[in-house]
């Protein structure tokens, strides 16, 4: 069976290093599209080089948007990820090549080159594929699929404004741009991410029988776990992870419903919350197909792999 064909916008992040690591285990990765979001774009294209240095990888890396769309944002997640974004552990300077041309255009190169090939995984803040879908509208045709690492679809949120997650949060026009243009896409929302997390002792017992990925990512993911630990949220939660096991295994997905999903632009409380249309009184178009569960057993599969896990 041939191997997922994966274009990756992201924002590296501690979880997304590990959805990135299981890319290069599972997929072919034809492009990393790099944003702002858990820290600054400065850092997160060094993390995004850092990650392909790691794997031995020659895949092109992309510096994209390093602002929001519109407004600014209100906070980045570096009490959580470190102030570098990976754990403030002080690689060396990575030499992995970064390209001269924007996120943006690429993303709508490589679709043009490849048309219907690539899904399209989207792990940070949605600011690069909204600039890339109000250049050129026809994006969404030349997709296979689209997954979207976002929302809170009841409002249990992760940011200074309760119902919104991160992602969406950091840049709410951004998400209505592409939640409005893409005539279908798979959710995978933060509250799914918490459901789906790891118990600590299994996800230690990985880290210790891996290779040189475990012991980066233990590295990296050590001040999460501390910031987690103090704020009472238990298990290792890889929000990005199940993402991309939703991307390159579709058949993971245990239950789902499809919704309309609007994103909140205005509101002084509730700016970038994720209102899900469940009784479907609204009329829209339901577009998003928002996982609820997934196959825990293949989903730890998969991420061992990505660590190194022999067996």
């Not at 600014?72 to 570096?78: I, P």
């Not at 996120?103 to 940070?124: C, I, N, Q, S």
């Amino acid at each position: 069976m041939s191997k997922p064909q994966l274009l990756i916008d992201t924002d590296p992040g501690v979880d997304d290093a590990l959805a990135i690591l299981m890319a290069y285990a599972h997929a072919d990765i034809a492009g990393l599209s790099i944003a702002a979001g858990n820290v600054g774009l400065g850092h997160t294209v060094r993390n995004a080089r850092t990650l392909v240095d790691l794997v031995g990888a020659a895949t092109p890396v992309f510096a994209g948007c390093a602002v929001p769309l519109v407004r600014a944002a209100d906070e980045d997640a570096a009490f959580v990820h470190g102030q570098d974004g990976f754990g403030d552990v002080g690689f060396p300077a990575p030499t992995a090549v970064l390209a001269d041309e924007p996120a943006a255009l690429a993303l709508l190169r490589l679709t043009r080159e490849r048309p219907g090939e690539l899904t399209l995984v989207a792990l940070g803040p949605l600011t690069n594929l909204a600039l890339a879908l109000r250049l050129d509208p026809t994006l969404p045709d030349r997709v296979a699929r689209l997954v979207v690492m976002g929302g809170a679809v009841t409002g249990h949120g992760n940011t200074g404004r309760v119902p919104a997650e991160f992602n969406v949060g950091f840049d709410p026009e951004a998400a209505h741009v592409v939640f409005e243009a893409f005539p279908t896409f798979d959710l995978v929302d933060w509250e799914a991410t918490l459901r789906h997390a790891f118990d600590d002792d299994e996800f230690d017992g990985w880290l210790a029988a891996g290779d040189r990925r475990a012991d980066f990512f233990r590295r990296i993911v050590a001040t999460a776990r501390r910031y987690n630990a103090k704020h009472d949220r238990h298990g290792l939660v890889a929000a990005d992870a199940l993402a991309m096991a939703v991307a390159l295994d579709p058949a993971i997905v245990t239950r789902r419903e499809t919704r309309s999903v609007a994103v909140e632009l205005d509101g002084r409380l509730t700016r970038g919350a994720t209102v899900v249309d469940w009784k479907r009184r609204l009329g829209r178009p339901a577009r998003a197909n928002i996982v609820l569960e997934v196959d825990q057993a293949r989903f730890a599969t998969m991420v061992r792999r990505a660590l190194g896990v022999a067996g």
